[in-house]
């Protein structure tokens, strides 16, 4: 087990918006030696679909040399999802799960304590049924997204009140579900239109 320190960077925990970049620097840090010293490559998971997303990670791993096999054949989620069925892999159709830092606004400070929080929020999410879920932790507010799929049932009002009581229960004094349903990346939308204005 490799175990990286990235809270222990003030790069990393002022969070900004290529955050990422510094994890995975951190990350390809300890892996490159570890296969160097094996004679190996270190790769990752990245596929054709990542190419449009926001990832600033991806410059880490061209700075140590990482490849992406999947992105480099071209295979899209969709294909790699329905390899892995045909192969009888367990998690064939398991939800994406991206960092926890990447629910806490940018320039908010990352923070083991926040980490926690979103963490068990979203453990209470899954306890409820529910597969695609994400708590955006903006300080005492939790903005939940549910899958599109899903989120007929968490609106309904019983389980709306209940979720509401668990989550607050955590420490959030404020919940809320976005109509909008799971976006990923909806962090970055905001970024992007800082961007483009």
Known sequence: ?????????????????????????EL??????IAAARGAVVVDGNNADDRGDYRPGRQ??????????????????????ELSRRAGLPTWDEPASACLSSRIPYNSAVTGDKL?????????????????CRVRHHDDLARIEIGVDE???????????RIVSAIQALGYRQV???????????????L???VAG
């Open 1 to 25: 087990m490799i175990r990286t320190r990235e809270l222990d960077r003030p790069e990393y925990r002022a969070n900004p918006s290529n955050r990422c970049y510094y994890c995975k620097h």
């Open 28 to 33: 390809y840090t300890h892996l490159s030696r």
């Open 60 to 81: 880490a791993a061209r700075e140590f040399g990482v490849r992406s096999p999947l992105d480099e054949v071209n295979l899209t989620k969709t294909e790699i999802r």
């Open 116 to 132: 926690r929080m979103i963490e068990r929020a979203e453990r209470v999410l899954r306890e409820f049924g529910f597969r695609v």
């Open 151 to 161: 989120l007929p049932r968490a609106l309904e009002p019983a389980l709306t009140a």
């Open 176 to 190: 809320t579900i976005d109509p909008r349903g799971y976006r990923m990346g909806s962090l970055n939308e905001g």
């Open 192 to 194: 992007i239109l800082r």
